[in-house]
T-cell receptor, first 113, second 114 residues
Framework: QQPVQSPQAVILREGEDAVINCSSS?????VHWYRQKHGEAPIFLMI?????EQKGHDKISASFNEKKQQSSLYLTASQLSYSGTYFC??????????????FGKGTKLSVKP | ETGVTQSPTHLIKTRGQQVTLRCSSQ?????VSWYQQALGQGPQFIFQ???????GRGNFPPRFSGLQFPNYSSELNVNALELDDSALYLC?????????????FGSGTRLTVV
């Protein structure tokens, strides 16, 4: 079942913050976050596996709620390089493999000077 | 450490033809997944290969088939091409060794069916 991402699009000024949400109707095994720039490959940002987990690097972080049905990506003090489309990819099971990722429709983030 | 490479980068085919897309996985990765990405949409899972066997399949018809080779590279074959098959096809590799591993995507093959 495809996760629901919100918002669909957001426009920021440099230095502003943004939050992107990813929701599922069922408990998930894991959530991946990727950023894709136009014409380029999606780039892996991070993976969350545990309910209540929070992790991040630099000014990009993410959380996974206790019920493992919602994840949020936090972009702090945004930079021009943060522009792109952000996708969450969710796995519903772990069966000796990573689990097949189902991606949301994406959130287009535009950072303006 | 090399990344994921896909070939060709662009391809134009006629409806009804067959096409083969190729992918070389990242060094150390033993699992390959293929995704179809329509314009403005998220990647849709086609199938995954692990140890040369199909290890999961999305909602795609049998005319979409694949292979994984002993060196972990992979092919995606599409028979009887339809106009709706026009899309960006992404290959992603990952490691099955433990949890917490993300996917490394290639830049994709842009397929246009006319």
């Amino acid at each position: 079942q495809q996760p629901v991402q919100s918002p669909q699009a957001v426009i920021l000024r440099e230095g502003e913050d943004a939050v992107i949400n990813c929701s599922s109707s069922k408990a998930l095994y894991s959530v991946h976050w990727y950023r894709q720039k136009h014409g380029e490959a999606p780039i892996f940002l991070m993976i969350l596996l545990k309910g209540g987990e929070q992790k991040g690097h630099d000014k990009i972080s993410a959380s996974f709620n206790e019920k493992k049905q919602q994840s949020s990506l936090y972009l702090t003090a945004s930079q021009l390089s943060y522009s792109g489309t952000y996708f969450c990819g969710t796995a519903n099971y772990y069966g000796g493999s990573q689990g097949n990722l189902i991606f949301g429709k994406g959130t287009k983030l535009s950072v303006k000077p | 450490e090399t990344g994921v490479t896909q070939s060709p980068t662009h391809l134009i085919k006629t409806r009804g033809q067959q096409v083969t897309l190729r992918c070389s996985s990242q060094s150390g990765h033993n699992t390959v997944s293929w995704y179809q990405q329509a314009l403005g949409q998220g990647p849709q899972f086609i199938f995954q290969y692990y140890r040369e066997e199909e290890n999961g399949r999305g909602n795609f018809p049998p005319r979409f088939s694949g292979l994984q080779f002993p060196n972990y590279s992979s092919e995606l074959n599409v028979n009887a091409l339809e106009l709706d098959d026009s899309a960006l096809y992404l290959c992603a590799s990952s490691s099955q060794n433990g949890e917490g591993n993300g996917y490394t995507f290639g830049s994709g093959t842009r397929l246009t069916v006319v």
